[in-house]
């Protein structure tokens, strides 16, 4: 059963994706990502000496700070800043460069649905275009489940105020650099099954959360297509859009 979008897309078709980087000068690395006119902004500042409270010193310290378009910060961009550092130090390599801190700050242009993936996105765009090192690159996705049940990728603002859940889903850009080059996946455990981060808001049955894996997993590769292109170009030009 095909589901009518406002905008005309089939349930599994993402928004526009553009992607630009090296756009703030002061900055060590920026990236502007847009899905649709939902755009974030991502700086890289650092690494630089010494590491915040409680961090491990012996280990570089990521720090996420969030700036919504207007008004104050709040709980749901407080949970976004723990969630995008999570995700960053899982896909750096933090023994690099010890007792540093790299600051990635990112600003909401504008919020028209799917906006953790998209800042997401953005933030290791920026990450590359800064030089830190990384283990692999990462895409995120939203995946939105309805009353009905049918799944539906990349929601707009309105799409998702509809939804009865929803899953913030990050895949490895590479899916064989998740496990350790001496290991070999287990039995029946196919390796294409590589997860980064996952959170689900809302009431979701286990089998709408595998559909939106399934989903999400075959739109990563596009997501995945996109960010390789963008960032092999940046010798020839600094912009990249997809349709």
């Not at 989903?215 to 912009?239: I, T």
Request: net charge positive; charged share 20%; hydrophobic share 40%.
């Amino acid at each position: 059963m095909e589901i009518d979008r406002a905008d005309g897309r089939t349930q599994n078709q993402l928004r526009p994706l553009s992607c630009s980087r090296n756009i703030l000068h002061r900055a060590h690395g920026s990236a502007s990502w847009s899905q649709g006119d939902t755009k974030v902004l991502a700086a890289v500042y650092g690494p630089k000496a010494g590491t915040k409270k409680n961090e491990n010193p012996e280990k570089a310290c990521i720090e996420v700070i969030w700036k919504p378009k207007t008004g104050q910060i709040g709980k749901p961009e407080r949970e976004f800043e723990m969630i995008l550092k999570r995700t960053l130090q899982s896909i750096c390599i933090l023994t690099v460069n010890p007792n540093t801190t790299t600051s990635i700050i990112v600003q909401v242009v504008h919020d028209d649905g799917a906006l953790l993936p998209c800042a997401i996105n953005a933030a290791c765009a920026a990450l590359v275009d800064a030089g830190i090192p990384m283990k692999h690159l990462a895409v995120a996705i939203c995946c939105c489940v309805a009353e009905t049940g049918y799944v539906l990728l990349d929601p707009t603002k309105l799409e998702e105020q509809k939804m009865k859940a929803f899953a913030y889903l990050v895949f490895p850009n590479s899916i064989l650099s998740v496990l350790p080059e001496v290991s070999s996946p287990a039995k029946g455990e196919p390796v294409e099954h590589g997860i980064i981060t996952s959170i689900t808001h809302g009431a979701m049955s286990v089998d709408d959360y595998f559909l939106c894996l399934e989903r999400g997993r075959a739109a990563s590769a596009k997501l995945s297509d996109f960010l390789r292109r963008s960032l092999q170009s940046q010798f020839s030009g600094n912009s990249s859009k997809a349709g």
